[in-house]
T-cell receptor
C-alpha cells in the first residue's frame, strides 16, 4: 500500500464549479499535513497546511480526519488559474521528509 | 531574501555516465533535502543533509550520493546513470532550529535530467 494515495484524475470542471480532492495516508504516526500545488514542469509550491480543526484560505478549504487517515481539499468558484496538479503531502513532523502522493490533476475549463 | 536556486536547469547524459546537480539553499536555511520526481509521479525523497551530514535517506541505491557545504549549499551526485534516472530533481531547503522546530520547506525550480 502506498504511503499517500490520491485519485490521479484528471478532473475537468467548468469555471465557477466546486471541486473536491481526497487523499488517504497509511502512517498513523504522521503529524503534519499539506496540500501543494504544482504547475506543469515547475516546482511544487505550498498551497496550505492542513489542521485537525480544518482550515480555510479564501476559496480553499482543507479538512483532516485522523481517525480515518483522510485529508481533503475543497476548491470553490474554480478559476482557470486553478488548473494545476494538487499534491497531498504528509510528514512525521515539521522537519522530517515530506511524503508526496502522485497528485491529482485539475483542469478548469472556460 | 533569495530563494532556492538549482543548476543546471536541464541536462542530457548518456547511460553509464555520472552527473552532479547543485543547489543553493535559501538564505537563513541550514537543511537541504533532495527529491526525484519521475513523469506522472509525486516527488520521492532521496536524502536530507543537516550540518554537512546525511540526516535521513529514502529508498535510493548508494550510487545516489550527496554533500552539504559549510555555506549550506548542496550537491547531488548520481553514478552509473540508468534510463530510469530520467526525472526532475528537486532541492528543498529549510531551517531546523535547535529546539527541533522547523520553518517549512522552500523548493527550487529543479533540474530536469534526461538519460539517453
Amino acid at each position: 500500500r502506498k504511503e499517500v494515495e490520491q485519485d490521479p484524475g484528471p478532473f475537468n470542471v467548468p469555471e465557477g464549479a466546486t471541486v473536491a480532492f481526497n487523499c488517504t495516508y497509511s502512517n498513523s504516526a504522521s503529524q503534519s499535513f499539506f496540500w501543494y500545488r504544482q504547475d506543469c514542469r515547475k516546482e511544487p509550491k505550498l498551497l496550505m497546511s492542513v489542521y485537525s480543526s480544518g482550515n480555510e484560505d479564501g476559496r480553499f478549504t482543507a479538512q483532516l480526519n485522523r481517525a480515518s487517515q483522510y485529508i481533503s481539499l475543497l476548491i470553490r468558484d474554480s478559476k482557470l488559474s486553478d488548473s494545476a496538479t494538487y499534491l497531498c503531502v504528509v510528514s512525521f513532523s515539521g522537519n522530517t521528509p515530506l511524503v508526496f502522493g502522485k497528485g491529482t490533476r485539475l483542469s478548469v475549463i472556460a | 531574501e533569495t530563494g532556492v536556486t538549482q543548476s543546471p536547469t536541464h541536462l542530457i547524459k548518456t547511460r553509464g555516465q555520472q552527473v552532479t546537480l547543485r543547489c543553493s539553499s535559501q538564505s537563513g536555511h541550514n537543511t537541504v533535502s533532495w527529491y526525484q520526481q519521475a513523469l506522472g509521479q509525486g516527488p520521492q525523497f532521496i536524502f536530507q543533509y543537516y550540518r554537512e551530514e546525511e540526516n535521513g535517506r529514502g529508498n535510493f541505491p548508494p550510487r545516489f550520493s550527496g554533500l552539504q557545504f559549510p555555506n549550506y549549499s548542496s550537491e547531488l551526485n548520481v553514478n552509473a546513470l540508468e534510463l530510469d534516472d530520467s526525472a526532475l530533481y528537486l532541492c528543498a531547503s529549510s531551517l531546523v532550529r535547535l529546539t527541533g522546530t522547523g520553518s517549512g520547506y522552500t523548493f527550487g525550480s529543479g533540474t530536469r535530467l534526461t538519460v539517453v
